[in-house]
């Protein structure tokens, strides 16, 4: 067994983590380049190499939110969208949901289209809901469309027409001319063939818009990797939390959009108990996401660019995608979000980053904003980090608040400090609260370089008497990569199917080749599930697949009453089917450091406690030399610092990871509605 490399790019940090043979771990963390993210790869991969033959590495495995940025950004190529004849008005029309403050806005102006009106093309075709051909396809209006977006200098196409995942061939026959002239032609029954016009769309039209950006960017990234010796394939990491080859993720660039959060929600799912929370904080964001029987909660859409309350993402706000993805609740709250004040002077955290450049201003780097580092350097939670940290420079930067508000450096750090506690507890809120899941069952795990400093106090929000943080919790996102298994999934929409087991078959196969396995190979797992609903309605819930009709409705009646809190019987019917395609990673788990014999803190600091009353003398631990720790203290790693509040009690658990309780957790208020700020 060679080495293998996990490299996690965030909007702050380039997080990279080689793991030897021996199951042995080395790592990098580097500030984040956003002008290049391969030369902060590059970067950290030189770092972790230092003294190993780049040859030895067998395995890359890469998280990246390249593709979220594009699209939020909307920095994707210009895409031409191809429909069937009568519907090019789907996308210009789009759908949208007010929620917050676009509500009362009387100049509320939607956000524009992901394609443009005269961007969007009609061919003449129409296919039925069963498959049969109404009207055949005029191949005259195919060459028309061509012709016009290949003079319109547009080198990328999607392709959706009506009912396509129902059959194909037009949609297949459009596509052939199409590519005659246009480089790259993306079609709606190879992206995902399921049901809903408009949620098919949009993601056949995403697919299109990144897909030459994740491609080039991969292609340049295996090339760079080259260079420094490394000749190993590169994996990327999937929305739904598999991996797939960087060739495969070139052609499916939607099912990255999600790549870079669920890297640490495998992590989490890692730490050793079956039902957690798991929480990333890293410098430009905080994630959160449930994890129930050891396996993370999915979502078979979600969407992206778009707003909701308390971290969520509501329906009709974004750009809706139909792919697998791990169910995360997200807020702008992370290291590098700036504390502000708006026009009533009220103090706010986020969403806006000082990112990586010019970076919170402790960071020495030319930032002047104070931010929540700043802050946690004020209140002596922060020493040092991957960089120096400049303590007057933080005490400047909160200094632009504390004077504003009329209070001390201390109480306007402090009160960052809540704030973005508070903030990161909404996205909890979504996540556990909102869904009917009672947190005070639950352990939270914290990770990302920021987390550990603010996991007790989101923790106790909510009841939560258990807080972990895993060993290298500061690039849990990268070393989780290394576990994820190579996976990915199949979908179709079959109304009518009276063979499940030859839809099945076919789904299979076709994933199966995608990862150059067949399903029938030693270790290869195939899952199969069902989207099912009462017959007459609209939306589905997918259960896992059973063969016995009478088991698959139970289950199907089972998880209504979940999700909806009615216990409901009647007629149902099977809307799709899907199969997940899995071949386990072959890297061994990490050897466990054996640390030394507990030899007390290794030195006291002045931090902030509230509970005390301000500033105290706290001890000092590093993971080697703690045994058992009551709070206030803190742990200090080599990539995050770990802050055990008064009430709280750390200790040293299996593979290192330090293990927070808190006896009196249950008194949590868990009918206090977060406020996001």
Known sequence: MGYAIGVDVGGTFTDVVLRGPLGEITVAKCLSTPYDPIAGIANGVTRVLAGVDPALVTRVVHATTLATNAVLERKGVRVA????????????????????????????????????????????????????????????????????????????????????????????????ILRESIEN?????????????????????????????????????????????????????????????????????????ESGPAAGVLAAAGSGFANVISFDMGGTTAKTCVVRDGRPEITHEFHVGGKGSFGGRRAGTGVPIKTPAIDLAEVGAGGGSIAWLDAAGALRVGPHSAGSDPGPACYGLGGSEPTVTDANLVLGYLSSASIPLSAPLADKALDRLAGPLGVSRAAAAHAVHEIVSASMASAVHVVTVQRGIDPRG??????????????????????????????????????????????????????????????????????????????????????????????????????????????????????????YGIAQRGEVEIVSYRVRVTLPATDGPAVAHVPAASSGPVGTRLAYFAELGGYAEVPVHTRDTLAVLSGPGIIEDAESTIVVPPGWTAALGPARAVHLTNSAGTAGRLTEEPHEQ
């Not at 394609?115 to 061919?123: H, I, K, Y």
């Not at 010796?229 to 495969?248: D, K, N, Q, T």
């Not at 923790?459 to 008497?465: L, S």
């Open 442 to 563: 639950y352990a939270l795990v914290a990770f990302g370089g920021a987390g550990p400093m603010h996991a007790a106090r989101v923790a106790e929000r909510f009841g939560i008497g258990t807080v972990v943080v895993p060993a290298h919790c500061g690039v849990a996102s990268a070393a989780g990569l290394l576990v994820a298994d190579l996976s990915t999934d199949r979908v179709l929409s079959r109304l009518d199917a009276t063979d499940p087991a030859e839809v099945f078959g076919a789904l299979a196969a076709s994933a199966a080749a995608d990862l150059g396995v067949s399903p029938s190979d030693p270790g290869v797992r195939v899952s199969r599930s069902v989207d099912v609903r009462f017959k007459g309605q609209s939306h589905d819930l997918t259960v896992a697949w059973s063969p016995a009709r009478a088991e698959l409705e139970a289950r199907f009646f089972e998880r209504y009453e979940q999700v």
């Open 185 to 257: 032609v993306v079609t709606s029954s190879d992206v995902w063939p399921e049901i809903r016009e408009y949620e098919r769309a949009t993601t056949t039209i995403m697919s299109a818009y990144i897909g030459p950006i994740m491609a080039s960017y991969l292609s340049r990234l295996s090339e760079r990797l080259a260079s420094l010796g490394v000749r190993a394939p590169v994996h990327v990491m999937e929305s739904s939390g598999g991996v797939i080859s960087a060739e495969l993720a070139a052609r499916r660039a939607v099912a990255m959009i």
């Open 81 to 176: 969208y191809v429909t069937t004849q009568g519907f090019r008005s789907v996308i210009p029309l789009g759908r949208y949901a007010r929620v917050e403050e676009d509500r009362y806005d009387l100049r509320f102006t939607p956000p524009p289209p992901p394609v443009a009106a005269g961007d969007c093309f009609e061919v003449v075709e129409r296919v039925s809901a069963r498959g049969v051909v109404l009207t055949p396809l005029d191949l005259d209006s195919v060459r028309r469309a061509a012709a016009e977006i290949a003079r319109r200098g547009i080198t990328s196409a999607a392709v959706c027409l009506l009912h396509s995942y129902a059959n194909p061939a037009h949609e297949r026959q459009v596509a052939a």
